[in-house]
């Protein structure tokens, strides 16, 4: 099947899209506050949205064009599914490409996040979020809407398929 993935143009450099996926200042402007985020590849990053955790791998940077990471660990605590561990094993790929006008393309795929899961209808609402509006909206103003306790994400505030 094929993966989750999601294509967006950010009015912004790639310089500045990549420092918001590398950075605890980006991540926390887009994500989730609740972060503590390696720099090299090899490292481990730490996310938490409440009770829901995700440490992912950095397998790979390349400045201003890509981002790729790898699900180590994984709880998912909402009430609507069973398989609380599902994202352990898949890889969450940024690539980035700059466009006209000092834009940046960016195209990204959730390996293994697969509609037969569980958790995909909840996953791909959340990325549709976090990345079309949040991370967006963070590169461009300087202002996203991630996971805090001033901002609760939860899968009854964004409609399946994202915003």
């Avoid at 090899?42 to 955790?53: L, P």
């Avoid at 994202?87 to 990204?108: I, K, R």
Wanted: hydrophobic share 35%.
């Amino acid at each position: 099947m094929k993966p989750y993935e999601c294509k967006i143009t950010i009015n912004a450099p790639p310089a500045k899209v990549f420092t918001a996926l590398t950075t605890a200042e980006g991540f926390q402007g887009w994500w989730t506050a609740d972060c503590e985020v390696a720099t090299k590849p090899g490292a481990q990053s730490t996310f938490r949205f409440g009770k829901t955790i995700c440490v992912a791998q950095i397998r790979k940077m390349v400045r201003d064009q890509e981002v790729h990471w790898h699900c180590v660990e994984y709880f998912l605590d909402f009430s609507m599914v069973s398989k609380t561990d599902e994202w352990v094993g898949t890889s969450m790929n940024f690539h980035l490409t700059a466009g006209p006008d000092n834009s940046t393309d960016l195209h990204f795929v959730h390996e293994g996040l697969t509609p037969e899961l569980e958790c995909y209808a909840l996953c791909e609402s959340g990325w549709g979020h976090f990345l079309k509006t949040s991370l967006k909206k963070f590169v461009e103003t300087g202002k996203g809407e991630p996971y805090n306790q001033d901002y609760p994400y939860s899968p009854d505030q964004v409609a399946p398929g994202g915003q």
